[in-house]
């Protein structure tokens, strides 16, 4: 298979060989589909190019049934409202209902010397395909997670016009979703995604995502073919980002594929940062073989660093086949030279994980999938990734009850350096962790999930093959909260793995001993709920926990996005009682905030909910990665937050929501991760610093004040101080200071790190409460006029100056947003480079705005706590 970088037109333009017209290309357009039960007709005679498709409907390729119906508005959007109740299940209609033919018509022809290739890179579940008449596979086809590639060659029609005919039939069996995790767990019989009978974060999906869900591509070569290259690069030593490196090696291997009936002979050749290594190869007729090209040295490499640590570069690499001076294939990668290492820290005897022979503390978050339906896109990952590294992240997880991610998915890694955590397929939830009355079989049973063994290790290293080469790829995992079944996990961790990749550490689950030995004093993973800030400083949890997680819910531009108007409704929470919640917000999956709204006064409306959630959701996430920054390599080696984003509108632990509106969590989260950060730590009173970067910092201004409602300052400490790299110091507490100025009606905490031209390294505000608990003041600030200034700076980019007269209080949590000037509805996604600011007395702020243009001006709107909301033109 070959992967989806572009090659610099510079190399392309060097290479001194003619080529056979091979190409490569997506078959996306004019896809037509008809369920099984309206045709009649087999394969052979479906895929002739005279059988009509009268009737037939256009379908969504990649994509699902589910897909398609939507696009055809044969159903309603299953992410608005209520209306997935309204879809019937596959489990109550049975499989042939969402047992589709797809069909495409295409035109190719082959020249003497060509190869011609048709490649599936995902179908759920089964499937048989025709081309022309003629069925290309011999056995039926099954498995999501296993590619499948033809050669076409001798099918393909002289005269150019081709029909490929796809019967895809859905998982057996589909899983009762009665409510459970994964419904009644019988989903994971299959070797597919369990999170489709239903979850308690996702309703479920009706057809369980049965359909040809990844890219199908032609590709054209010569007599060789070259399939599954491998990049393999060694750090030796402990590197730093900046200054000249000490040699890398890079270890490169492919398989070729020799189709023809004549043995062929040819050189196997890459081009790397400026040389070419290569060796002469000679294939028998009729064989696949692996091809080990000699090390390639690399004298003075730039490196590949995680996010916050370093730069992300990547090298091109040009592979190519030749035969008697012409080129019979070609693959194009990008490389990142790094290395990942692995090791237990004794202190707190968990897993600490290096780059380059740096140790780095791992700040992640728990990633589902892009789009619950499979709707992916390029543009989509590359957003949801960004957000990520905003949010000074520099992990991600992939649940085992989604799936492997994509090739796209992974470009976005590695181009914003986020480190990957990959499961493999499975839960603890289907798979026989737990005994549970919602399963319909008993756990000896489920811990035997999948029923096809041989089918689950042969998708495995298919996938390892698929996504290998990645340096954002960090981790492999066997499942969720259990191990795979030991005729799964000792293959793939002592034989599968250290053949196809070697270079990376191996989890046996997702909470494991070998991750996080789990018996300190105190905790497990989790919490997964709203907690009391100081809790993340005081409460040892796992020393590397893999889940904890908090609300999420959006401010009323969200919420009226996917709930109807009369079910816009503020949750009501009552004094020692379960919130009361209106129905679609429970079907949405909505997890309450307990008191904490409260605190800032009883929400008048749903919008006002909205807006004091989000000063709920940034002081959590804050306090959530400050608290574990706290106890940096004493009792923590890392953090996985449960979980950054939904694939769909659900109403729980989520940065931004499905349409990539980001909340308050993102930018609480951006501050809390800071690389370098001073913070307060909420249990004690304390003010610290957590130093996560490589470098020592020295000359370092502390400033701390506290504010009142009305904005008059009290200088509460000032003073140098240095840290060093990958640390976390306490400076001095300010318990008493800040209990006698907060005690009537809170106040305001600013804390900063300034260097010595007087710059801002670091910028922390903190609103505070009163003695019984509650933000008091907040509802009685004065209103702060500020001054606005919105500029264009270049193409989709946008500077916003806020400016606080020196005579008003705190210009207090002000969300910025660009909006369309007619509906004044926000445009998605925007890359903020910070939000919900505030704007201390006779200062000034700047925000930066990064948007993709679509030929209208926009406005920048604000809205602020004690600051009107207002539209500002751009200039």
């Not at 996306?28 to 039960?37: A, E, F, H, I, R």
């Not at 202190?347 to 700040?363: A, D, E, L, P």
């Not at 000896?444 to 042969?458: G, Q, S, V």
């Not at 969590?665 to 130093?691: E, K």
């Amino acid at each position: 298979m070959k992967h989806l970088f572009a090659f610099p037109l510079v190399l392309l333009l060097c290479t001194h060989f003619t080529s056979f017209s091979q190409n490569k290309y997506e078959l996306k357009q004019g896809w037509k589909c008809s369920p099984v039960l309206k045709v009649n007709d087999n394969g052979l005679r479906i895929s002739s190019t005279s059988y009509p498709l009268t009737g037939w409907m256009p379908a969504v390729v990649p994509g699902t049934v589910l897909t398609t119906m939507l696009e055809n508005k044969q159903i309603p959007d299953p992410f608005y409202g209520m209306n997935n109740k309204n879809i019937p299940d596959i489990f109550h209609t049975g499989r042939d209902y969402y047992t589709y033919w797809f069909v495409k018509d295409f035109n190719e022809t082959i020249k003497s010397g060509e190869q011609a290739w048709l490649h599936f890179r995902g179908i759920n579940y089964s499937c048989d395909i025709f081309l022309n008449g003629k069925k290309l596979n011999k056995e039926r086809h099954s498995g999501m997670f296993l590619r499948q590639s033809y050669n076409i060659t001798a099918s393909i029609n002289k005269n150019g016009a081709n029909r490929l005919a796809v019967i895809v039939y859905p998982p057996d069996p589909v899983g009762n979703p009665n409510g459970g995790q994964g419904g009644d767990g019988t989903i994971a019989k299959n070797v597919t995604h369990q999170y489709v009978a239903g979850w308690d974060w996702i309703q479920p999906v009706r057809d369980r995502n049965t359909g040809i869900w990844d890219k199908v591509t032609i590709e054209k070569t010569g007599k060789i073919n070259i399939k599954n290259p491998h990049v393999i690069t060694l750090v030796p030593g402990q590197r730093k980002p900046d200054g000249a490196q000490k040699p890398a090696t890079v270890k490169v291997s492919a398989e070729l594929e020799n189709p023809t009936a004549l043995p062929v002979k040819g050189l196997l050749q890459y081009t790397m940062a400026g040389k070419k290594v290569s060796r002469e190869v000679t294939l028998k007729a009729n064989v696949t073989a692996e091809i080990t090209l000699p090390d390639l040295p690399l004298e003075n490499p730039k490196l590949w660093w995680p996010a916050g640590y370093g730069d992300q570069f990547l090298y091109p690499m040009n592979m190519q086949f030749i035969i008697s001076g012409a080129v019979s294939d070609e693959e194009n990668l990008h490389v990142g030279v790094r290395q990942i290492q692995a090791e237990t820290n004794t202190v707190t005897r968990s897993k600490q994980i290096s780059v380059n022979g740096q140790r780095v503390f791992m700040k992640g978050g728990n990633w589902i999938i892009s789009d619950a339906m499979l709707r992916f896109s390029p543009e989509r990952y590359d957003a949801e990734i960004r957000f990520h590294r905003d949010m000074n992240l520099n992990l991600l997880r992939i649940w085992g009850g989604a799936l492997t991610e994509r090739p796209e998915f992974y470009e976005a890694c590695d181009k914003y350096g986020i480190l990957v955590m990959q499961d493999f397929w499975g839960s603890g939830d289907c798979n026989g962790r737990w005994p549970d009355p919602m399963k319909a079989d008993d756990q000896w049973t489920r811990r035997k999930y999948p029923d096809d063994h041989d089918l689950f290790l042969t998708s495995a290293a298919d996938q390892i093959k698929m996504i290998r080469n990645y340096p954002s790829l960090a981790m492999w995992c066997g499942g969720n909260e259990i191990t795979l079944p030991q005729d799964l996990m000792f293959p793939l961790r002592d034989s599968i793995l250290p053949k196809l990749d070697g270079t990376r550490w191996f989890v046996d689950y997702s909470n494991s001993d070998d991750m996080s030995f789990n018996s300190l004093g105190g905790g497990g993973d989790g919490p997964y709920g709203i907690q009391p800030l100081k809790r993340f400083f005081e409460y040892r949890t796992w020393p590397f926990n893999s889940e904890i997680g908090s609300v999420g819910v959006g401010d009323y531009q969200s919420l009226e996005r996917f709930i109807p108007k009369e079910n816009l409704i503020s949750p009501e929470y009552l004094t020692g009682q379960r919130e009361k919640v209106d129905s679609v917000w429970n079907y949405h999956k909505y997890i309450g905030y307990s008191d904490h709204i409260n605190a800032y006064g009883k929400p008048k409306d749903v919008e006002d909910f909205g807006k004091k959630a989000q000063l709920v959701n940034y002081d959590q996430y804050r306090s959530l990665m400050e608290g574990f920054s706290a106890h940096m390599w004493e009792w923590y080696t890392g953090v996985i937050i449960w979980k950054t984003q939904n694939p769909w509108t659900a109403l729980r632990g989520q940065m931004y929501d499905y349409y990539l509106d980001p909340n308050a969590c993102l930018y609480g989260l951006h501050n809390g991760s800071a690389p370098l950060h001073i913070m307060f730590n909420q249990a004690d009173s304390t003010i610290m610093v957590a130093n996560n970067t490589f470098n020592h910092q020295y000359d370092l201004m502390m400033v701390v004040k506290g504010i009142d409602m009305q904005g008059k300052e009290k200088n509460l400490g000032q003073a140098f101080i240095e840290i060093g790299p990958s640390t976390t110091r306490p400076i001095f507490p300010i318990k008493n200071d800040i209990r006698q100025m907060a005690k009537k009606e809170g106040m305001f905490l600013s804390m900063r790190l300034m260097n010595l031209k007087q710059e801002i390294v670091s910028d922390n505000l903190y609103w505070l409460p009163d003695a019984e608990g509650n933000y008091s003041g907040l509802n009685q600030m004065p209103k702060a006029d500020i001054d606005i200034q919105a500029r264009k700076t270049a193409k989709g980019k946008v500077e916003v100056v806020l400016s606080n007269s020196p005579s008003n209080t705190i210009a207090f949590f002000n969300r910025l947003s660009l909006v369309d000037p007619t509906t004044r509805k926000r445009i998605l996604p925007v890359f903020y480079d910070d939000n919900y600011v505030s704007i201390l007395p006779g200062e000034k702020k700047t925000v930066l705005m990064d948007y993709t243009e679509t030929g209208i001006t926009p406005l920048v709107s604000i809205d602020g706590w004690n600051v009107k909301e207002q539209f500002i033109p751009v200039k």
